[in-house]
């Protein structure tokens, strides 16, 4: 009985190892960007426990201000936000596109990035950035290469642009 507890344990223990992306692959690029985005906007486990703990209690939860006094500041993350995000750039997983814009609404804008999001896997979209979106500069995104097709059409379909980029 116990070796059969250690055998499952020494198991499980195996595939966590076996199933972790190689460091500094495009996939552990991409754990890692993020792990960082998400501890930058406060939506980790241990936010949503802090969230839970105040509701309970009633106690107000600490703003972001706060929090930076009390932890420090999120530099840190940022700058391996940056630095996951310049990888996958490297890498080619990430690409920049600029599409000339003949609408730029706010409505419009939202329709097509509600559009994107339906179209777009959530850990894709998650790797998405909308760097400009005025007449002039026109829409600059960074995204995965394989998801600009997708962002030229929805643009195309909410009306932003005439006839792509």
Same mark, same amino acid.
């Given at each position: 009985?116990?070796? =059969? ?6 198991? =499980? ?18 754990? %890692? ?14 936010? =949503? ?17 706060? !929090? ?12 391996? !936000?940056?630095?996951?995000? %310049?990888? !996958? ?6 690409? %920049? ?33 909308? !760097? ?19 962002? %030229? ?13």
């Amino acid at each position: 009985m116990v070796i =059969g507890a250690v055998a499952i344990v020494a198991v =499980g223990v195996l595939a966590l190892v076996v199933s972790e992306p190689k460091k500094g692959s495009v996939e552990w690029h991409k754990k %890692e960007y993020l792990a960082a985005w998400k501890r930058i906007n406060g939506i980790t486990w241990h936010d =949503g426990m802090d969230r839970y703990w105040a509701k309970i209690t009633g106690t107000p939860l600490k703003t972001k201000r706060e !929090l930076v006094m009390v932890s420090g500041p999120t530099l840190p993350y940022s700058e391996a !936000l940056l630095l996951h995000h %310049e990888a !996958l750039i490297r890498l080619g997983y990430l690409v %920049e596109e600029r599409f000339e814009v003949s609408n730029t609404g706010k409505k419009v804008a939202e329709k097509a990035y509600r559009l994107a999001k339906e179209a777009i896997p959530r850990d894709r979209m998650e790797c998405t950035q909308i !760097l400009s979106w005025d007449r002039i500069r026109g829409i600059t995104i960074i995204a995965p290469r394989q998801d600009m097709a997708t962002w %030229e059409k929805v643009l195309r379909e909410a009306g932003v642009t005439e006839s792509g980029r």
